[in-house]
Structure formats: C-alpha cells, structure tokens
C-alpha cells in the first residue's frame, strides 16, 4: 500500500506536533517538581506542615500486593 504524498507529510507534521507538545509537558513537569514537590519534600522532611497536616506528623505509604 503506497501512502500519499499529502498523507504522508500530515503523518510527519502530526509527529512533529506531537513531540512539541510532549516536551513542553515534559519540561513544565520538571518545573513542577524542582519549583513545588522538592520544597514541600524538604519541609515534610524538616518536620513542617505539609498538605495542611500538622507538624511533625509523619505518614507511610502501604502499598498491599
């Protein structure tokens, strides 16, 4: 099966897009965990209030197989 041209260049053109989109996903992920998660890390780990739990309070996360 032979594709068009036109078909072809929408299939290259939507890989392009696609991949943009990807990296700015990407990259405003790692701005979200150097600017929000690592400072809320660090106070968890300081013993501060994080997500409104009181200070000093530690949780563990329980994952049952």
């Given at each position: 099966m032979s594709l068009s041209r036109d078909s072809r260049q929408e299939r290259k053109l939507k890989a392009i897009?696609?991949?943009?989109?990807?990296?700015?996903?990407r990259l405003e992920t790692i701005?979200?965990?150097?600017?929000?998660?690592?400072?809320?890390?660090?106070?968890?780990?300081?013993?501060?209030?994080?997500?409104?739990?009181p200070d000093g309070v530690a949780f563990d996360i329980v994952i049952d197989k």
């Open positions: 897009r696609m991949a943009q989109w990807r990296l700015k996903q701005d979200f965990l150097e600017d929000e998660l690592q400072p809320e890390i660090e106070k968890l780990k300081s013993g501060q209030s994080v997500l409104g739990l």
